[in-house]
């Protein structure tokens, strides 16, 4: 039903800023509670941060909390996660997922439906 497609993910040394991108194909994208997920290689996936339809409710991973940003515009159908002063143990590829209507945004990686096929973030020290 829906497509997932992120971006921005790059090299960048220690400290550095990163935005991603994930834009989502259709026309409701409104009604997509919305998360990040990343995976490290070795590890398994794990909750970044999250966001409702409105964009009211938004959690964050303990790691990355004060660090990252995430956000949405549901007029370009993209939610973005800018990521702040960053470390090497946030190398991994980067995920964008969806939950669909009627249910609500999570931490949990098995609540998604819908997800995108990932982005590389290297983080050199």
């Known amino acids: 039903q829906v497509q997932l497609v992120e971006s921005g993910g790059e090299l960048v040394q220690a400290g550095g800023s990163l935005r991603l991108s994930c834009i989502a194909s259709g026309r409701t994208f409104s009604s997509y509670a919305m998360g990040w997920f990343r995976q490290a290689p070795g590890k398994e996936r794990e909750f970044v941060a999250a966001?409702?339809?409105?964009?009211?409710?938004?959690y964050y991973a303990d790691s990355v909390k004060g660090r990252f940003t995430i956000s949405r515009d549901n007029a370009k159908n993209t939610v973005y996660l800018q990521m702040n002063s960053l470390k090497p143990e946030d190398t991994a590829v980067y995920y964008c997922?969806?939950?669909?209507?009627?249910?609500?945004?999570?931490?949990?990686?098995?609540?998604?439906?819908?997800w995108g096929q990932g982005t590389q973030v290297t983080v050199s020290s």
């Open positions: 966001i409702n339809r409105s964009g009211g409710t938004i």
């Open positions: 997922a969806a939950i669909a209507f009627p249910r609500v945004v999570s931490t949990r990686l098995n609540d998604y439906d819908y």
